[in-house]
Nanobody, 123 residues
Framework: QVQLVESGGGLVQAGGSLRLSCAASGRTFSTRIMAWFRQAPGKEREFVAR????????YYADFVKNRFTISRDNAKNTVYLQMNSLQPEDTAVYYCAASNALDSAFSRSYHYWGQGTQVTVSS
């Protein structure tokens, strides 16, 4: 079992920034990928970014490139999502997820999820 707890969501004006954190605990030794997904009202959950736990290589969805940065602190078992230049379209519940797969941007490959943190961007 892996437990994930997100924090850092909130209300921000368009153009503003937020940093989300995800603290992992439990049996994390087999985790290969940490990722962020988001789900807006009435829409499917979509991939945002992922980072390899060992090595730290990153991959982003096109709609957040050059605005969001995913990073990790292995010693703290924590992954971050720095979000800059936020727009109303970024409003969603953001979820942290962990996977034992070799690589994936699909939600079905992630078996461990946090409770989600709300990000609201006002115009």
């Amino acid at each position: 079992q892996v437990q994930l707890v997100e924090s850092g969501g909130g209300l921000v004006q368009a153009g503003g920034s937020l940093r989300l954190s995800c603290a992992a605990s439990g049996r994390t030794f087999s985790t290969r990928i940490m990722a962020w997904f988001r789900q807006a009202p009435g829409k499917e959950r979509e991939f945002v970014a992922r980072i390899m736990w060992n090595g730290g290589s990153t991959y982003y969805a096109d709609f957040v490139k050059n605005r969001f940065t995913i990073s990790r602190d292995n010693a703290k078992n924590t992954v971050y999502l720095q979000m800059n230049s936020l727009q109303p379209e970024d409003t969603a519940v953001y979820y942290c997820a962990a996977s034992n797969a070799l690589d994936s941007a699909f939600s079905r490959s992630y078996h461990y999820w946090g409770q989600g943190t709300q990000v609201t961007v006002s115009s």
